[in-house]
Antibody, heavy 119, light 108 residues
């Protein structure tokens, strides 16, 4: 079964850091371009960023609001993608999802992990 | 960055009726890299349509997508009770993704 499972969410103070993980199973993770998408409470979907497969360069792209403070990485040996979030703000409060549109697992989303930034 | 505008914001319909949802892009979407998602409360989004008109695996044929360039449409031919939800369109470009603000399909 194709599956993505996020973890690492929680409560953090403004200015703090958090690292999220996205564990993949059931498909060839190393071939997939992986994305993070977030959804603030009661709001719509917002793309956070993406990491390409290593065979396609392994490069990353980020949405403007998180560029310079969030970093995406991957460990293909562990079938896991990471989102390192630094200098967190209250407006980063959201459910964070990992997902891919790569054909190996097109349309697969995790269940999401909630990040709450509050003092 | 391509901006996607969805209309209407809310669609009030009865089961069995046809739903037509619109997504307009601020510039032409190359390769028709346009997708549609359904999201129900407390759940992750579910991919319905990709490359504007291809149904994702397991999606019923009452869902169809059409359009090209800047104008795209999601049609639900006959609404089933489980189809009442929020729908998002998405552009998945080579360097970024963008989402529309969503259309809520509610029971009239």
């Amino acid at each position: 079964e194709v599956q993505l499972v996020e973890s690492g969410g929680g409560l953090v103070k403004p200015g703090g850091s958090l690292r999220l993980s996205c564990a993949a199973s059931g498909f060839t993770f190393s071939n997939a371009w992986m994305n993070w998408v977030r959804q603030a409470p009661g709001k719509g979907l917002e793309w956070v960023g993406r990491i390409k497969s290593k065979s396609d360069g392994g490069t990353t792209d980020y949405a403007a609001p998180v560029k310079g403070t969030f970093t995406i990485s991957r460990d293909d040996s562990k079938n896991t993608m990471y989102l390192q979030m630094n200098s967190l703000k209250t407006e980063d409060t959201a459910v964070y999802y990992c997902t891919t549109l790569s054909s190996v697992a097109r349309g697969t989303w995790g269940q999401g992990t909630l990040v709450t930034v509050s003092s | 960055e391509i901006v996607l505008t969805q209309s209407p914001g809310t669609l009030s319909l009865s089961p069995g009726e046809r739903a037509t949802l619109s997504c307009r892009a601020s510039q032409s979407v190359s390769g028709s890299y346009l997708a549609w998602y359904q999201q129900k409360p407390g759940q992750a989004p579910r991919l319905l349509i990709y490359v504007a008109s291809s149904r994702a695996t397991g999606i019923p044929d009452r869902f169809s997508g059409s359009g090209s360039g800047t104008d795209f449409t999601l049609t639900i031919s006959r609404l089933e009770p489980e189809d009442f939800a929020v729908y998002y369109c998405q552009h998945y470009g080579s360097s970024s993704w963008t989402f529309g603000q969503g259309t809520k399909v509610e029971i009239k």
